[in-house]
T-cell receptor
Framework: GAVVSQHPSWVICKSGTSVKIECRSL??????MFWYRQFPKQSLMLMAT?????????EQGVEKDKFLINHASLTLSTLTVTSAHPEDSSFYIC????????????????FGPGTRLTVL | TQLLEQSPQFLSIQEGENLTVYCNSS?????LQWYRQEPGEGPVLLVT?????EVKKLKRLTFQFGDARKDSSLHITAAQPGDTGLYLC???????????FGQGTTLQVKP
């Protein structure tokens, strides 16, 4: 149980284009998903909290107009990197909270496999 | 602002050695998770501790939550090359549901 998928697993794009990354909870419904960014050999940096049916909450310093988040259903959240630049190249990881039982109580998050974005 | 200080950040040891990773904070957390991440993959949850003083064991891994729920440790006995990876501690906020991550510990176990 508690499986989260991401698509695509890697993407290469040209500078100035937009890229959409999908995050799906496969065997549970997730009212809340999180988007993280990770640089090589570093920890995860929370970018935003995605809430189903409402606007995402962005962390300080994260541009909401550049990183568009949509949580249209209980199993899908998308992150769109708009007008991508080389400095946006990174490993993007999503996670989801299972709202039932212990996972919710214990703040457990289940992570997707990540998406490697390379902007040329 | 809640912060988690994780140490050491890098550790390279020989197979069979023991090691301990520490996660410390000045803040109290309602829960603390330990994750393991391999290159190019997402973190995988190893354990969650919620009670002060709690000790949990997962084969050769022993996790402890401090009495005051401000710190935690991960001890690996007789490390094996398969233990190589990035270990992350993360404290949970019951108010926001967010996780506060430590800096991570990159462990390399040489055969």
């Amino acid at each position: 149980g508690a499986v989260v998928s991401q698509h695509p697993s890697w993407v290469i794009c040209k500078s100035g284009t937009s890229v959409k990354i999908e995050c799906r909870s496969l065997d549970f419904q997730a009212t809340t998903m999180f988007w993280y960014r990770q640089f090589p050999k570093q920890s995860l940096m929370l970018m935003a909290t995605s809430n189903e049916g409402s606007k995402a909450t962005y962390e300080q310093g994260v541009e909401k107009d550049k990183f568009l988040i949509n949580h249209a259903s209980l199993t899908l959240s998308t992150l769109t990197v708009t007008s991508a630049h080389p400095e946006d190249s990174s490993f993007y990881i999503c996670s989801a909270r299972d709202p039932s039982g212990r996972s919710r109580s214990y703040n457990e998050q289940f992570f997707g496999p990540g998406t490697r974005l390379t902007v040329l | 602002t809640q912060l988690l200080e994780q140490s050491p950040q890098f550790l390279s040891i020989q197979e069979g050695e023991n090691l301990t990773v520490y996660c410390n904070s000045s803040s109290v957390f309602s829960s603390l998770q330990w994750y393991r991440q391999e290159p190019g993959e997402g973190p995988v949850l190893l354990v969650t501790v919620v009670t002060g003083g709690e000790v949990k064991k997962l084969k050769r891994l022993t996790f402890q939550f401090g009495d005051a729920r401000k710190d935690s440790s991960l001890h690996i006995t007789a490390a094996q090359p398969g233990d190589t990876g990035l270990y992350l501690c993360a404290g949970g906020s019951s108010n926001t549901g967010k996780l506060i991550f430590g800096q991570g510990t990159t462990l390399q176990v040489k055969p």
